[in-house]
């Protein structure tokens, strides 16, 4: 199956003059409820050329203070099991215009929050990548390369696994000069398409974020006279619109 989808892809690009791919993992955050173990990423290619695409996982910990640090997964002793998100497959080969995907799995308790780090990176094949195609095939696609293209992008999503049993719990302060949301839950909770305009001008407004709120964590800002903030509170698969004046 992995040679046919060489030969598809090699079939593809050699049709081109001016080579080259361009992937699209679609959202930049995925979260995979506490009653799922899988999860299905699709990985999509604009380009004109095969994309050889890599995926690489790390673990994201946060400190006391908020602070992060990517770091490895753990494995067992004998290096046979791991314990957080896998990729099957980790090496996936997308044809001009087309779509692959992998499943993430994920394997280890369940008691508390846990979140990853997914790249997905585009690479030149060699042989130690282990991908399904030949040494001459890997010399052709270097060559129908556009000569231009000396970096290939590659994205990376963050991917929040969700506790077995996930529990909202969403505490809102309102007060004179301040809003705040505080997460008493034991799982993310976004604040999303985050609006601050000015309630006189609806073209007076700064650029629209987005927020993740961990558990034990708050998002708060500063109420401003004559400002409108609006936004949308996500708490798993249940949403609520929220207006806020200053």
């Known amino acids: ?13 050699t049709q081109t003059a001016h080579a080259g791919p361009s992937i699209n993992i679609g959202t930049m955050y995925d979260y995979m409820d506490g009653d799922k173990s899988t999860f299905l990423k699709r ?9 050889f695409v890599k995926v690489n996982i790390l673990e994201i910990l946060y400190d006391a203070d908020g602070k992060s640090q990517e770091v490895p ?58 991908f399904a195609v030949s040494g001459e095939d890997r010399e052709e696609y270097k060559k129908t390369l556009s000569a231009g293209v000396s970096v290939l992008a ?35 909770v976004v604040i999303d398409e985050f609006k601050d305009c000015s309630l006189k001008n609806d073209q007076d407004c700064q650029p629209t974020t987005k927020h993740h709120i961990l558990a034990g964590r708050s ?4 109420k401003q006279a004559g400002r409108e903030y609006r936004f949308t509170l996500i708490e798993g698969e249940k949403s609520k619109k929220l207006d806020v004046k200053g």
Do not use: W
């Not at 199956?1 to 690009?13: E, N, P, T, W, Y």
């Not at 990985?43 to 994309?51: E, I, L, P, Q, R």
């Not at 001009?96 to 690479?123: H, I």
């Open 1 to 13: 199956m992995k040679r046919r989808l060489a030969l598809i892809g090699f079939c593809l690009f």
């Open 43 to 51: 990985v999509f290619n604009g380009g004109d050329s095969t994309a």
């Open 73 to 130: 997964l753990k494995t067992s002793a004998d290096g046979t099991a791991r314990d957080g998100l896998m990729a099957s497959p980790a090496r996936l080969i997308v044809p001009a215009s087309g779509m692959q995907g992998t499943r993430l799995l994920y394997m280890g308790e369940r008691d508390k929050e846990r979140y990853f780090r997914v790249r997905f990176v585009p690479v030149v094949p060699e042989k130690e990548d282990e």
């Open 154 to 188: 590659g994205y990376g999503a963050v991917f929040f696994v969700r506790p077995k049993d996930t529990r909202y719990e969403s505490v809102v302060e309102n007060d004179a000069g301040s809003y705040r949301i505080r997460n008493d839950g034991n799982t993310v």
């Open 219 to 222: 998002f708060r800002f500063e």
